[in-house]
């Protein structure tokens, strides 16, 4: 039996609908930029590929833990997300194989803080503190069985008013290509998330909003901000 110094850290776990099974998180990969219409309201060039960034597994809040507004930010912004949950793993990985790798799907919000971020991107700085900061990453319980990704509506609302309401349709990158890409830049792995990035209309929240996501067809989600 290993010798830790200490209790090693609690694995993250996501559930999943219908099972009592739990899905253990790997990394949380995120795709930035992948709806035209969210990357002109960035500021974007129209030309600019989406890209990649990570936020460590422990920043996930999975259903029912209702996340602390963070510090050193006073512009706390939601972005609602599709995210895809790897059950299989590999390094270039062609797109016609790329599903093959998916065990689910699941309904999530990229929390970040839009001050740092700006700041860090005028600086020519890393997102880190801007993106993976603790309980960054609230995700639904996973839904998993499915033939193809979902095609339907992606929306977010806070305290009843919708904020954001798109279609998964108009990803640059589909999920097949989302995951083909990702595999060129790490060996993917079982217990990889891929945040598949926000459409358009992200915003600010406060403490005390009711945030609820959805995907269509697949997971909802709510939590306050507290
Ligand atoms: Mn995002």
Request: proline share 9%; hydrophobic share 40%; with cysteine.
């Amino acid at each position: 039996m290993t010798n830790y110094c200490f209790p090693p850290p609690a694995q993250t776990i996501v559930p999943i609908q219908g099972s009592d099974q739990v899905f253990p998180v790997r990394r949380i990969l995120c795709v930035g930029r992948n709806y035209a219409a969210h990357r002109r309201e960035m500021g974007g060039d129209d030309r600019e590929p989406p890209f990649f960034f990570a936020k460590p597994a422990d920043a996930i809040a999975p259903p029912g833990v209702n996340p602390a507004y963070p510090s050193a930010t006073s512009n706390l912004h939601h972005e609602v997300e599709l995210v895809v949950a790897l059950g299989g793993g590999g390094a270039d990985v062609p797109v016609g194989d790329a599903l093959s790798l998916v065990f689910g799907y699941a309904v999530g919000v990229d929390l970040t803080r839009r001050d740092l971020q700006a700041s860090a991107r005028d600086k020519g700085q890393p997102w880190d503190s801007s993106k993976g900061f603790d309980q960054s990453a609230p995700i639904s319980a996973i839904r998993c069985h499915l033939d193809r990704p979902p095609e339907g509506g992606i929306q977010l609302s806070v305290n009843g008013a919708t904020r954001q309401n798109a279609a998964l349709t108009d990803m640059i990158w589909n999920v097949p290509e989302i995951i083909a890409e990702a595999s060129r830049l790490w060996r993917l792995a079982p217990g990889d998330l891929i945040y598949t990035g926000t459409p358009e209309g992200v915003g600010p929240l406060i403490r005390g909003d009711i945030v609820e996501a959805m995907v269509e067809g697949i997971a909802d989600l709510a939590f306050n901000v507290v």
